[in-house]
Every structure is written in C-alpha cells, then in structure tokens.
C-alpha cells in the first residue's frame, strides 16, 4: 500500500456574508471530500475568514508560507487560485515560492501549470479573470450612479429621524419619516437654533429624559454624532451621494502588520462632485441655517474659553486607572492640572476612576529638574545602569529556563496530536472523535506558544544594548551642563519627548517617571523637528532610566461646566 501524501489546506472568504454563509465550511468540505478520494492525509488547515484577495498580508497565508519551507507536508491543496490572490502577479509570486520550497500546489477547479505552455495559459487566464473583475466593478459603479441620478436611495442605514424602505420589486429603496425619531431630531435642531444650547447640555438633557440614540454601547449621545446631525443636509430634504471616497491613510493611527481593509481612511470630494438626492425634509430651512450659525459662535466661544496653556508633560502622563491624564487650566489657567480623562470618556455618565489631578505646574518643574540632573551627572547615570544590568541578569536565567521545560511540553503535545492523526487517518475513529481529542491539546499548545512569546518579548525588551564608555557618559554630562539651563519650553518639551516613554501619576501626589537618555551629542536630543523626533541612530548608546518624584497633594476645586 502506498503512503498516504501528506498535504495541507489553505482557504479564504473575502467577506462577513461568505463568512455568515459558511463559504469556508463548503471549502473545507471539499478538501476532505479530495482527500479521501486521492488518498491524502491533511496535516494542517490554513485559514483567512473575511481578508480580500486584493492583498497578500495575511494571517493564514504568511502561515502557510512559513511552514512550506519547514517540510511539515507535501503539497497544499487549494480550491482555485483566485483563493491565493485576486491580481494574477500575486499568484505567481506565492506559487514559485512554494513551489522552490519543494511542495507541490493541487487546485480543485484547475489543474496547476507543469510546463511552459501550461503556464501561459494559466496566465492568460489570470489575466482574462482579473479584467472582467474590473469590468465587474466599473459595472456596479456606473449602475449605481444611475439610480443616484433616477432619485433612488442607497445605504445600508437611513439617517437618524428615517426608516429606509428597501427595494421592492420595480420600486428602489426610499426613505420615510420615522414618526418618533423625526420628533426628537426637531427638538434637538430647536435646542440649538432657539434656545442656544451647547452641545454637551444637549447630551445631558437627552440623558435626563431617558432618549437613547439608534446604536449605542453605552447607551448615551456622543458629542461628535450630535455634531454630524446638526450640519447634515439630508434633514432639509438634501440627501447626498458620494461625498468623500476611501483612501489608503498617510499617518494611520496604528500601525498594524495585517490590515482586512486597507483603505481605513476617507477623503472628501468638491461639494460641486456631490449627488443631491431628494428626500422627505423633517426641518426647515430657516432653522437649519440658525443652528450653523449657533455652532459657529459656539466654536468661536469655545477657542477663546479654552486657553492653551503650557503642558511640559502632556501626551506622557498616565493616571493609576490606565487612561491618560490631560492639562485642564480652570479660572483661564490661574490652576493648571493633569486630570485623568476617565471623566470625559465616561460623559454623561459618573466617572469611574476617582482619581484626583496632579498640580501640573509643580510637576512639570520636579520632573524637569530631576531629568536635568540626571542628564548632567555622570554618577547618577552610573548607578541607572548598574540597577538595569542586576535586573536583567536575574530575569535573563529565570526566563530562559522557563522557555526549555515550555518548548518541551510543547513538542509532546504536538506529537501527541500527529498520532491522534495518524490513528484518524487509519480509521480507528471518526472525525468527531478525533476534534474532541485535539481541541484541548491545541489549546494547551496555544497557551503555552503564546507564554514562550511573552517570555521571550520580555527578554528582547530588556536585552541590554551596547553599553556607553565612560568618557562618553562623562562628555555628554558636560554637554548636558552647559545646554539644558539655558532651553524655553519649546526645546525642554522636545527634550521630555526624547527622553521620558511613560509618567504615571498616583492619587497621593506622586509620580513614576520611566524613561532613557540616548548617550550622544546633546544638541541633537533638543533640536525642534517634529516630524522626525523618532528617527535617532538606532545603535546609539542608551541609559533606561526609573525614578520617583513627590508632588504634595492639593485641593482644588474646578467648576461644573453648565
């Protein structure tokens, strides 16, 4: 009898309804269904639930990518190569590197290219599908412009105040006034246009009188929905179609390794680009242009009340709860203090932390002085790094003994789990049989693989660099000496954002300040470039730093705002 070939599986689904239609369970399916039929063994699934074949970053396939090259199974089994990837340059990329790592590719709906002539027509027909994609796509855009300009609505969701009426046979979805929702968005557009009322007061009213929005974890109005409301157009009866347009973000705000969509951005287009779409007004004109000019006096309000004042610490300084502190200057700035902002996510609700604000002013005069002082004595840098150096030595030898009983555990697990597939494989048992027996070992072994990730994390976190000489911490004291009396805000802020990486203020007034001093020439630690503070050498010599600095409580009392 022949032995059995060893494979694997890779399948993907390129949206939540595929997902919700189990797509992925039909694929899988099949691939059992195949195995059984050529006598395959399948030794690993590989997996991505809801990622577009427009890109090639992802989970799954970086998976099956990896473990090709560590000859864990003979081939892969795939159910069409549009499944690797939608661009047919994508597909001959994954498929010669799995190809050069000695595992052979099998499709279903295709057989895969085995010479030359096999390969141009698989590329012909590549490319023919990747066109009519496209033509595809160029399809739906140009039809729903269509029934943009014939007056028909199209949305997932109406506004605030509407029921959208779906499609019905010849008749396209619509909007209509929804009778309770309409009542309550007249009250809000009056609140601001008549009475004059601050967005934050509407909040708090619509809270008193039991008014909860459409969707809502919390179950309360947001500032920034309100703000949307009020300036949206559709509620004078001008919906608008093609407002702004999806665009890969420039700065994104996290930058993660797998992203399922990567134009997470918007763009507006010119207002003259929009499409105007008729719909029932619930307001009218003349009080939709008093509330635009109540929101603009309230912002212009609002810039003159809120006086920037100068915060040494701000964007550092985290309160004992977890969130951030931010500067608040009551009575136009005669008090300035670093509150935690537990109270503003927690609007209109009761903050949850009870944490008390931290004078910011003698903060930021303690924390200077001792980070000065630091800088500008060679013994103290001294004494950081032999503090570091005990630390790292007595977690280094824990750690690493830690990681070889893991690994251990580990590798019997996994060959446990191999012979509970070989036994399935031999049919000792059935397939339900055989998931009750492996879903608790990889479990365990998901556990433990992400224990050895932390303990390992730790260990490159606190894996010492290459240590300053002591003529260089000695000359960069000096430097230090001669620089750091004589900077205004602006360089003494620049410095604080080099240096310090986290201060975290407790409620009896004192703070912990963690941080590290990159060991070289001073002037280029104080120098003003925004734009590129990050960018340092990477192999300059570094002193991590921790130290704790005392601030006296003070009691303070700060307005309610109305």
């Known amino acids: 009898m022949e032995p059995r070939k060893l494979i694997a599986t890779y399948a993907r689904v390129s949206t939540a309804r595929q997902e919700e239609e189990q797509t992925i369970q039909a694929q899988i399916l099949l691939f059992k269904e195949e195995a059984e039929k050529k006598n395959y063994h399948i030794v690993k699934e590989y997996t991505d639930d809801g990622w577009t074949g427009d890109t090639i970053v992802r989970p799954g396939l ?25 661009r047919y340059s994508y597909q001959e990329l994954i498929l010669d590197e799995i190809k050069e790592a000695g595992v052979e590719v099998i499709f279903i709906t295709v057989s895969a290219p085995k010479n030359s002539e096999d390969k141009i027509l698989y590329g012909v027909r590549g490319l023919f599908a990747e066109y009519e994609r496209a033509k595809i796509t160029e399809r739906f855009r140009i039809g729903k412009l269509r029934k943009i300009k014939e007056g028909h609505i199209l949305t997932t969701e109406a506004l605030y105040g509407y029921t959208y009426i779906k499609k019905q046979e010849k008749v396209h979805g619509y909007y209509e006034i929804h009778p309770e929702e309409s009542k309550v968005v007249q009250m809000i557009f009056s609140w601001v246009g008549d009475e004059g009322l601050t967005l934050r007061k509407i909040v708090r009213r619509l809270q008193d009188m039991a008014i909860r929005p459409r969707k809502s974890k919390r179950g309360v109005w947001s500032t920034s929905t309100l703000s949307t409301m009020l300036r949206h157009r559709g509620y004078i009866g001008e919906a ?236 960069f004291a000096e430097q230090s000496k001669a620089t750091l009396n004589n900077l205004d805000f602006t360089a003494k802020r620049e410095v604080i954002i080099n240096v310090i990486e986290k201060i975290i203020g407790s409620q009896d007034g004192g703070i912990e300040v963690y941080g590290h001093i990159p060991i070289g020439s001073i002037e280029s630690n104080v120098e003003f470039i925004p734009n590129y503070r990050h960018g340092q050498d990477t192999i300059r010599h570094q002193i991590q730093f921790h130290f704790k600095v005392k601030i006296p409580p003070k009691n303070y009392i700060i307005k309610k705002a109305a």
């Not at 990518?65 to 864990?72: K, L, Q, V």
């Not at 499409?275 to 309230?298: A, G, H, K």
């Open 240 to 475: 608008h179609y093609g407002k702004s347009y999806a665009v890969v973000p420039e700065k994104p705000l996290k930058v993660e390794k797998y992203k399922k969509m990567k134009k997470s951005s918007r763009k507006v287009h010119a207002e003259s680009e929009w499409y105007i779409i008729p719909i029932p007004p619930i307001i009218d004109n003349t009080l939709f242009d008093r509330v635009q000019e109540r929101l603009r006096l309230n912002f212009q309000c609002l810039c003159k009340r809120n006086k920037k004042n100068d915060y040494l610490l701000a964007n550092k300084i985290w309160c004992t709860c977890g969130r951030k502190r931010s500067g608040e200057g009551p009575q136009q700035g005669k008090y300035l203090y670093y509150r935690c902002n537990d109270r503003v996510h927690s609007f209109p609700l009761p903050p949850t932390c009870t944490e008390k604000g931290i004078d910011a002013r003698i903060a930021d005069e303690r924390v200077w002085d001792k980070v000065k002082t630091l800088m500008s004595s060679p013994d103290l840098m001294k004494e950081q790094i032999n503090r570091l150096q005990s630390t790292v030595k007595n977690k280094s030898s824990f750690s690493q003994t830690d990681i070889e009983a893991l690994e251990k555990e580990s590798a019997k697990l996994k060959l446990q789990e191999e012979r509970y597939n070989a036994a399935y494989g031999a049919g000792l048992f059935t397939l339900e049989k055989l998931k009750e027996y492996l879903i608790p070992i990889r479990e365990r072994v998901s556990a433990i693989d992400a224990q050895i990730a932390k303990i390992r994390a730790g260990q490159q976190e606190n894996k010492l660099s290459v240590l300053p000489s002591e003529e260089a911490i000695i000359s």
């Open 62 to 86: 970086d998976q099956l990518r990896t473990d090709a090259r560590c000859g864990i199974f003979e081939a892969v089994l795939i159910y069409d190569p549009d499944r690797l990837a939608r």
